[in-house]
């Protein structure tokens, strides 16, 4: 999204306290409101329109405890949780082009009060994507912000202490190994009721197929038999039983048993040896892997796991053979007994309504009851016709319709003049593209 701030939104988030006998007891804020001095760039569907959006901190922000502190650009993966010292919250973002870890401090009505980076320019190493926070109520481990390189095949998963001290931002010894090598978007452990004594972790390789990485984008899946090891499990790939690597080959409205098959000896393996092994183990090529998310609820729902192939053209007009271009988004209905087997389908994807339906999904949050897809904001195709949504999927009608929608304001003057680095003539000759 090409603004001169980054910025960020929220609805609602309510706070808890635990009463004498440890039990959780919501104590809401007094009030919720916005609490930036940056405008709303996002607004809701016509369907959603009881939906209140409240920007939250942008760049633009000075924060009281902490003047110095900018809110870096490009925020993608993030986490949120309780701040164990008082009645607040914390809140981690990734910001991609920084390569770095941001842990903004809010009071108990959302306001954000101080800040500090985590990760700086030097720990990150790479671009920082999506992000996964897990904890030991959900996960059986933590607290660990998992955080993913993506600038390249030897790109790993970063594993830190979202409590930890600023002063060890620059430490580069952080990285996980056991978890692969690959341009990475995103680590997500499932939750510790999924399969009860160990921990599974799956990640996605944002990688579009090309003559020196034939294997495409991966969804790979860490398994190890003790909760909260990070060291000594085993790393697997998905693909179908029939052997079929071709992504397009899976159609929609059907499903095709699928299983994970081991990477042997992973954690030895360079970035270019696991892509060679995964292409010679059969695994399925997906058009990057960019997010994934489980189901919430009871075990069950946690064992159905969601993820987006965001979509590729050699030529921003023309499908690369055997890929998405629109994009899609996939699910897995993992075996209850046994995360290495499950089924595959596709519910949601652009490719047979070109540029009106899905472009470019990138980011989920999954619920209970629905699936929220996050186009990507940067498609240059040509024949987009219409600007970056929310998209909301119900699970039980398995229909979406859109949810948000990225407020422009192209012939706002003053609003293009304060957000926009581009100048407005660029938009009206349309050399840019839609956004």
Request: with cysteine; proline share 5%.
């Amino acid at each position: 999204m090409p603004t001169a701030v980054t910025a960020a939104a929220i609805t609602a988030f309510v706070a808890c306290r635990k009463d004498k006998n440890d039990t959780p007891v919501v104590t809401p804020p007094e009030t919720i409101k916005a609490q930036s001095i940056t405008p709303s760039l996002v607004y809701m569907q016509d369907a959603f329109k009881s939906v209140n959006i409240f920007p939250l901190i942008s760049s633009e922000d000075v924060l009281e405890q902490s003047p110095s502190f900018i809110y870096g650009a490009q925020p993608d993966g993030a986490g949120f949780m309780r701040n164990p010292d008082g009645e607040g919250y914390i809140m981690l973002n990734n910001h991609e082009i920084n390569q770095s870890v941001s842990r903004v401090y809010l009071d108990r009505n959302l306001k954000p009060v101080k800040g500090d980076y985590i990760i700086d320019y030097t720990g990150g190493a790479k671009r920082l994507c999506s992000a996964t926070l897990a904890t030991t109520e959900e996960h059986g481990f933590g607290p660990m912000f998992l955080t993913a390189q993506e600038s390249g095949v030897e790109s790993m998963i970063i594993g830190i202490n979202p409590l930890g001290s600023a002063a060890e931002k620059g430490r580069t010894d952080r990285t996980l190994p056991a978890l692969g090598k690959a341009s990475m978007e995103n680590a997500v452990p499932l939750p510790k009721g999924a399969y009860p004594g160990k921990t599974v972790i799956f990640m996605g390789e944002d990688q579009s197929w090309e003559t020196g990485h034939v294997s495409a984008g991966q969804l790979v899946m860490y398994v190890s038999n003790t909760v909260g090891d990070l060291k000594n499990g085993k790393l697997y790939a998905v693909k179908r039983k029939d052997n079929n690597q071709v992504e397009t080959d899976i159609v929609k409205g059907q499903s095709y048993d699928v299983e994970f098959v081991e990477i042997p000896n992973a954690v030895g393996l360079t970035g270019a040896q696991i892509n060679t092994t995964v292409n010679d183990l059969k695994a399925i090529r997906f058009s990057r892997v960019e997010d994934i998310d489980y189901r919430k609820g009871n075990a069950q729902n946690n064992r159905e796991v969601y993820f987006t192939a965001t979509g590729q053209s050699p030529d921003k007009i023309n499908p690369q053979a055997g890929y998405t271009m629109w994009g899609r988004v996939y699910k897995i209905s993992l075996d209850s007994a046994d995360p290495t087997k499950g089924k595959i389908e596709v519910i949601a994807e652009g490719d047979s309504n070109p540029g009106n339906d899905l472009i470019n999904p990138d980011n989920l949050c999954v619920t209970e009851n629905y699936v929220y897809i996050q186009e990507d904001g940067d498609s240059y195709y040509t024949a987009a016709k219409h600007d970056s949504y929310i998209w909301q999927y119900s699970i039980a009608n398995k229909t979406y319709k859109p949810f948000l929608n990225m407020d422009h304001k192209r012939e706002d003057a003053a609003w293009v003049s304060r957000f926009y680095k581009i100048q407005k003539e660029d938009w009206d000759a349309g050399s840019l593209g839609r956004w």
